[in-house]
């Protein structure tokens, strides 16, 4: 197990320091890859084929979103970082192991250092907001603790401060579904950073929030990769999003990659490209 | 465009009237089947259509006789009080012991908490075989092993209850906790941790409001299966039916069905206060 965990720029960072980075910044080391695909496909029940030869590598700290149509494939690719799906075929490398190989036990090594953020929220609706946030504790936990819900001082201590930086102090004793769906979300990020991440996926992230509650989550996401040089991957439907939010853009069509590069250099033709239309029939060609 | 909207709207009223004209028919010809399949059923067993409705203040007039209790019926009540109490808490007992195992049964079988694709489905088996099985039947049955024994009763109501909990405990957790199984599972939370916070507490109103409503059939349904297997109150009335004492009987009647609307109205606030 030690073997898979390699000590993290020097010091592993402690639980505190975790919720303080989310201010301060911190030196920025030299960027490696912590995320690499390598001829990855995914075929579901040998008929549907969801990704084909996707390649690539994300950087530590980088703030990558793919684009692309529903069904091509944006999902089945975050899921396969946390093996909630299995490729089918090719390598996927997270911190310099290969996770298709990994057994049960580097499985849940690899789960807990990479965080998840749903459309849905996905909260235990029925227990309080500081329970859903220390779900995220369970990955580091014996079972029987976890299955008892015994977490230390510290990790609540931890809870709250992720809560007051979140600007959720206020709702931490009640019950998520008295919450709106920003709220939510951010109970979900605040889950996710209890991880203590070296990567965080956000699968649709603001699908299903207004335009503010939207502005909220991604400024609170834009900070935490910036202050905590945290990798983030996203699945965004809302192209603009995308393009104002993010360092690169994946773009992908049936499963393939059609770009990868800057937002700056994603014209409107290679946006269209990528959803498969013609002038006039995106949202985005509207105003 | 226009000519494809044109022929929609000249079908529209052909397609209605005809609509209408098959209802009237379908139902036309239901009425007049029933109607002869009444006529041909009361001539083949005698029955006397006029005779029959003539009958019904009288049975009533013999009821409202015999089946009132009187001063001797009220004096076995405690006797009556006992028997009930033993009959309702065994169904408690076994609602509370096939809920047990019902969940764990659900967890093997649920979409969402399956280990084994084939454990799975033969847990769906068994407990489609369990719940189409009535309880009468299985006390029919358990009376061989066990012969008249409150213990037969038990087995015959913990069946039936053990497959019909299963299949809705399955279909709770499957509505219930798919996505929240999934968020912690992306954390890392072993199996255990995901069922006991994530499955349990999202799914625990319904499952309570399901175990509530079994005790409620349960106590009905023991009481018959009582009679069957000479416990509890069922038994009770069977011995006063057949010794003739109605209104004993009917005293019996009267307390099953307050239990029954007491334990419902019960449940019903413990609903309201958990869900």
Redesign the interface.
């Known amino acids: 197990m030690d073997m898979f965990l390699p000590p993290i720029r020097g010091t592993t960072p402690t639980v505190n320091k975790m919720a303080d980075k989310m201010v301060n910044k911190t030196r920025r080391p030299a960027p490696m890859p912590i995320l690499e695909f390598q001829n990855v496909s995914k075929i579901y029940n040998n008929t549907t084929t969801a990704l084909t030869d996707v390649s690539f590598s994300v950087d530590e700290g980088e703030f990558v979103s793919i684009i692309g149509p529903s069904g091509s494939g944006k999902s089945t690719i975050l899921r396969c970082v946390n093996r909630l799906v299995d490729a089918t075929r090719g390598e996927i490398i997270f911190d310099g192991h290969d996770i298709n190989r990994a057994n049960k036990k580097e499985l849940r090594q690899v789960r807990k250092k990479t965080g998840m953020i749903f459309q849905h929220y996905n909260l235990v609706d029925r227990l309080s907001v500081i329970e859903n946030v220390l779900h995220g504790r369970l990955g580091h936990k014996h079972t029987l603790t976890g299955v008892v819900g015994y977490y230390t001082e510290k990790e609540k201590e931890n809870a709250f401060q992720i809560l007051a930086k979140l600007g959720l102090t206020e709702q931490a004793y009640k019950r998520c579904d008295e919450l709106s769906g920003g709220q939510k979300q951010r109970v979900g990020i605040a889950r996710s950073l209890m991880q203590e991440p070296r990567l965080i996926l956000c699968d649709e992230p603001i699908a299903s929030l207004d335009p503010s509650a939207s502005k909220v989550i991604m400024d609170h996401l834009s900070v935490i990769n910036k202050n905590m040089n945290l990798t983030c991957i996203f699945n965004l439907h809302q192209v603009d999003v995308a393009l104002r939010y993010s360092k690169r853009i994946i773009g992908i069509t049936l499963g393939k990659i059609v770009y990868d590069g800057p937002p700056d250099q994603l014209g409107k033709e290679k946006i269209h490209e990528i959803y498969q239309s013609s002038e006039g029939e995106l949202i985005t060609d509207v105003g | 465009m226009l000519g494809k909207n044109q022929t929609f709207v000249n079908q529209t009223p052909l397609n209605q009237t005809s609509v209408f004209v098959k209802r009237k028919r379908t139902f036309t010809l239901v009425f007049l089947g029933t109607l002869a399949l009444f006529l041909i059923a009361a001539a083949a067993t005698n029955y006397d259509v006029i005779g029959g409705f003539e009958s019904i203040p009288k049975a009533i007039g013999w009821l409202a006789k015999n089946f009132v209790p009187n001063a001797k019926a009220w004096s076995r009540l405690p006797d009556i009080l006992t028997k009930l109490a033993e009959t309702a808490l065994v169904s408690v007992a076994v609602t509370v012991c096939a809920a047990l195992g019902a969940f764990f049964f659900s967890l093997l079988s649920a979409r969402t908490t399956k280990v084994n694709r084939w454990i799975g489905r033969g847990v769906r088996i068994i407990a489609a075989f369990l719940r189409n099985v009535p309880d009468i039947v299985w006390a029919i049955l358990l009376m061989f092993s066990f012969g008249q024994n409150i213990l037969t009763g038990f087995f015959a109501l913990f069946f039936a209850t053990l497959g019909m909990l299963t299949r809705t405990f399955i279909e709770t957790i499957d509505e219930v906790s798919v ?2 199984v ?9 199996y ?2 995901t069922v ?3 499955v349990i ?2 799914s ?2 319904e499952i309570v409001s399901w175990v509530l409503y079994m005790i409620e059939t349960n106590i009905r349904s023991s009481t018959l299966i009582g009679v069957l297997t000479a416990t509890g109150v069922g038994a009770m009335f069977d011995l006063y039916y057949k010794r003739m004492d109605y209104s004993a009987a009917s005293l019996v009647v009267i307390s099953i069905v307050v239990l029954v609307i007491a334990i419902e109205i019960i449940s019903n606030q413990i609903r309201k206060v958990i869900m």
């Open positions: 996505a929240c999934e968020a912690l599972q992306a954390t890392g939370a072993t255990l941790q006991f916070q994530g507490p999202s625990l109103p």
